[in-house]
Every structure is written in structure tokens, then in C-alpha cells.
T-cell receptor, first 115, second 113 residues
């Protein structure tokens, strides 16, 4: 158990809908990262927050947005969902902002299926 | 642009042997490199971090090397066990963007009893 929690575990929804994925980092970790993993793309970095502020951005679609709240939990909002958005979404946390020098702890993931 | 390459073919070895996985990268000189293990349907688990000034790092049966001249990292599992069967990912920070880790596609290791 990494100490990172994600809800829900599974999500099935229709195209065009909007969903919110939630992540609670490990106690004491200030950085939260979101990743998307699909079979053909591998693990893709979406966005990082550090202590409430956006820190780094990957190839995150405009239909996707995220935020980190004062209690450090984070939410990833996915809207106007398309079939291609079906994937595993992982949240990870680390103690500091610089991902390269600190290990990241991954949550169990949310499996999103868009039908 | 930066590129990370891991052998996409699965590596099948016999229990007790040493597994060696390769991570090659181009167009970049990272200060650190990380290795993660991922089991099907689960989140990656951090294994080892090695810095550019460290040639080798060990943790129990695991050993990582980092050759900045060859732009390559090797990940070794000695005395492999069926429980070591998983996908192993290497990860590097994106140049100029310390918040972003780029992951390789991973190599799947299958250890047969």
C-alpha cells in the first residue's frame, strides 16, 4: 500500500459526459501528479500540482482540468468524454516538487471506460 | 526531442537466473534515472533512483547501472523468482522541466519456475 488513495476504482460512462477523479496523496507529500495509461500510449504525464499550485504540464487535453485543494487532495476533471479517453488514470505523490530527485508513490488507479 | 527506449519484447528467463533489462535514451543528459515495477492493473512501484555521478546502485537483489556515455541504464535482478514477473519501467525527468517524468514503455519480465 503506497498511502495514495484514488476514487473511484472503476468508472463507466458515456461519450460526451463529464467525470471527476479524486486523489489523496500520502501524508506529508505536497506534490501530486496525474498520469494516463492506455495500452498503446504507455504511461503519459498529464499535470503536476505542488502545494496547491500548478507546477508542470504535460500533454493534457483542454477538455481535462485538475486542481489541488488546501488539504492537498486533488481532482482531475474530464469532460466531453470520447471513446479514446478510456484508460487507467493514476495519481502519484512525492514529498517535493522536483520529480526527478524524489521517488513518486502511485495510487491504485481509476479505470475509466467510455462507451 | 527526448526519447526513452526499452525492449518491447518480453523477457523470459528461468528461476534463479539473472534478468537484465535495458533502458536507452537519446537527446538528453539526465541528472537522475528511476526504475519502477508495475503489475497488471496496478500502479507503478518505485524501486531505485540513480544519479548521474553514480555508476551503480544496489538494493537487495536489484542492481542498476547508469552509463552517461552510452546513454544507457541496465537493471539487473539476480536470483530471479517467479514473483519478480512484472513490467519494469524506467523514467527520466524531462529536460528543463523537473516536474515531468517521462516513462519508457516498459519491459515485461516473465520468470518461469
Amino acid at each position: 500500500d503506497s498511502g495514495v488513495t484514488q476514487t473511484p476504482k472503476h468508472l463507466i460512462t458515456a461519450t460526451g459526459q463529464r467525470v471527476t477523479l479524486r486523489c489523496s496523496p500520502r501524508s506529508g507529500d505536497l506534490s501530486v501528479y496525474w498520469y494516463q495509461q492506455s495500452l498503446d500510449q504507455g504511461l503519459q504525464f498529464l499535470i503536476q500540482y505542488y502545494n496547491g499550485e500548478e507546477r508542470a504540464k504535460g500533454n493534457i487535453l483542454e477538455r481535462f482540468s485538475a486542481q489541488q485543494f488546501p488539504d492537498l487532495h486533488s481532482e482531475l476533471n474530464l469532460s466531453s468524454l470520447e471513446l479514446g479517453d478510456s484508460a487507467l488514470y493514476f495519481c502519484a505523490s512525492s514529498v517535493e516538487a522536483d520529480s526527478y530527485s524524489y521517488e513518486q508513490y502511485f495510487g491504485p488507479g481509476t479505470r475509466l471506460t467510455v462507451t | 526531442s527526448q526519447k526513452i527506449e526499452q525492449n518491447s519484447e518480453a523477457l523470459n528467463i528461468q528461476e534463479g537466473k539473472t534478468a537484465t533489462l535495458t533502458c536507452n535514451y537519446t537527446n538528453y543528459s539526465p541528472a537522475y534515472l528511476q526504475w519502477y515495477r508495475q503489475d497488471p492493473g496496478r500502479g507503478p512501484v518505485f524501486l531505485l533512483l540513480i544519479r548521474e555521478n553514480e555508476k551503480e546502485k544496489r538494493k537487495e537483489r536489484l542492481k542498476v547501472t547508469f552509463d552517461t556515455t552510452l546513454k544507457q541504464s541496465l537493471f539487473h535482478i539476480t536470483a530471479s523468482q517467479p514473483a519478480d514477473s512484472a513490467t519494469y519501467l524506467c523514467a527520466l525527468p524531462q529536460a528543463g522541466n523537473t516536474g515531468k517524468l517521462i516513462f519508457g514503455q516498459g519491459t515485461t519480465l516473465q520468470v518461469k519456475p
